[in-house]
């Protein structure tokens, strides 16, 4: 006969203080860990929305950002014949783009701050669907005016509806504020790219965007492109692109938590293990005459490890009610690949409520295992003796 599970809980319940001084010691370590989890999902998916599958990305062969990409005009020309491009309300959907950092202070603090420009063509407004006007209006091409992305217009300074920027020699009016969702493109002012070009006393692109027919002509419009001796360039969907941007910071940022979780983690299985060797101390005439009903050594070590599961699965509990809360909260940071600042939300998806279940689960495993042997190895009559 086994050892019904009310004993388990119930051992716990008979022992409130500890079990949730335990518990909590977990739950901080659970917490961290879906925190971290969460930050690299939420700047994974922030910068893949900003992609689109039936788009592609042309930049220079061997460039990782646009950023670092050269297109001339002639290439350019080149790129926007290619028979794969849709057609849209505009014509061709597809864009020669200039990408640019200039620094900006922000609201708060006054620190500067690394902004991406991104210099955009009319049609640019037609390859990105999530992009919509939030506030004031879309500038006039030929002019120096600029639209703000939401999260740009809030944090700094000029950056809002009437207010003016000054770089390059010139001064730029904002004359509207864009909402482009949880994308990169919130994090970027966008302008007329002949005006910025110009200003910046420049020639050449950064990259293209272009919109396809249909998705499945990517192959071939990236192999034509790749193999033609004027164009050295390097093709991609524009949602693998994005992906791979963030790729760097993610790793880097899953990387240093999983660190800081392992450490903590390390003291938590430690608490759990106290704890449960205090129990089975306690509990060694108990023990002693469950052995005596009957139970078998095997009954009391899955007994003791329940009781640990138990403890482990109310520290998850406890940890990740707060960090669900995350999910509220914005954070920005510099994107390793463009080296300018990027918001993010925390995010919460099943896939970590299942990897923070496994984890606390484990802690309490791991921290019950050894005192769980020992309560099955005790000999029956020495426990006995300590009735």
């Not at 220079?60 to 491009?85: F, K, L, N, W, Y």
């Not at 120096?144 to 000029?158: K, P, S, T």
């Not at 880097?252 to 449960?276: E, K, Q, S, W, Y």
């Not at 994107?335 to 993010?344: L, M, Q």
Request: proline share 4%; charged share 20%.
């Amino acid at each position: 006969m086994a050892i019904p599970f009310s004993y388990s809980y119930r051992n716990l319940l008979a022992r409130r203080l500890t079990t949730f001084l335990t518990a909590a010691g977990m739950a901080l370590v659970v917490f961290v860990f879906a925190a971290v989890l969460m930050l690299s999902e939420g700047l994974r998916q922030t910068l893949v929305a900003t992609g689109s599958y039936d788009n592609a990305v042309v930049l220079r062969a061997g460039s990782e950002t646009e950023v670092q990409s050269v297109i001339d005009r002639s290439q350019a020309g080149i790129i926007a014949s290619q028979p794969e491009i849709a057609l849209g309300p505009q014509g061709l959907l597809v864009a020669a783009e200039a990408i640019i950092l200039v620094n900006l202070p922000k609201r708060a603090t006054g620190y500067p701050g690394n902004v991406m420009l991104r210099g955009v063509q009319p049609v640019s407004l037609d390859l990105r669907r999530e992009v919509k006007l939030k506030e004031g209006r879309w500038f006039r091409p030929g002019s120096n005016e600029l639209v703000a992305g939401a999260q740009i217009a809030r944090r700094f300074q000029g950056a809002g509806v009437g207010e003016t920027l000054r770089f390059a020699m010139r001064t730029w009016r904002v004359v509207g504020v864009f909402d482009a969702g949880n994308t990169g493109f919130s994090s970027e002012i966008w302008g007329d790219v002949e005006q910025l070009l110009s200003a910046f006393r420049r020639t050449v692109f950064s990259g293209m965007v272009l919109r396809l027919k249909d998705p499945a002509d990517f192959t071939a419009l990236k192999t034509r492109l790749e193999s033609d001796p004027r164009l050295p360039v390097q093709v991609q969907r524009e949602v693998e692109f994005y992906e791979a941007q963030s790729r760097r910071l993610a790793d880097f940022i899953r990387l240093l938590g999983l660190v800081l979780t392992g450490i903590f983690g390390v003291g938590a299985v430690l608490g759990a293990m106290v704890t449960m060797y205090a129990q089975v101390g306690n509990r060694i005439g108990e023990i002693g005459t469950m052995r005596a009903l009957g139970f078998q050594r095997r009954h009391l070590l899955l007994a003791f490890l329940l009781e640990a599961g138990l403890l482990g699965l109310l520290g998850w509990l406890i940890g990740l009610i707060p960090a669900s809360l995350l999910n509220f909260f914005t954070l920005s940071t510099v994107n390793w690949a463009s080296f300018s600042e990027i918001t993010f939300r925390f995010t919460l998806t099943p896939g970590i409520v299942l990897k923070s279940l496994g984890f606390g689960l484990g802690m309490g495993l791991l921290g019950g295992f050894l005192p769980a042997l020992k309560a099955a190895r005790l000999p029956v009559l020495d426990a006995l003796r300590a009735i």
